[in-house]
């Protein structure tokens, strides 16, 4: 079974008793979280298709706050020795997925 839902603005895939990365939640380590109600569920082939909502909640356990991959912006003006080198690393929240509905 799988469930589509909306986390942080992202429509995410989660299934249960797996992990998934989100934008950085509220929330401490060992915390349960609920990611709010499905927008479609797959039950062994049994789609249900929420407008917009399905009464389903998805909650989920905080497993650890982390970084992201480093990506790097790099400005540069050609003849006038400009040039620019910024890093941003994203914060994620890794999130184990416990039950679905």
């Known amino acids: 079974m799988y469930a589509i839902v909306n986390i942080a603005g992202k429509q995410t895939k989660v299934e249960a008793n797996k992990f998934v990365y989100a934008h950085r939640l ?15 569920t797959d039950d062994n082939g ?3 298709i929420g407008s917009p909502l399905l009464d389903v909640a998805v909650t989920g356990t905080i497993l650890a706050h982390v970084k992201g991959d480093k990506v790097l912006v790099f400005k540069k003006k050609r003849r006038k020795g400009y040039k620019k080198l910024n890093g941003h690393r994203q914060q994620f929240t890794k999130v184990m997925i416990n039950s679905i509905g």
């Open 46 to 48: 049994t789609l249900s």
């Open 26 to 40: 509220a929330g401490n380590v060992g915390d349960t979280v609920e990611l709010g109600k499905a927008l479609l």
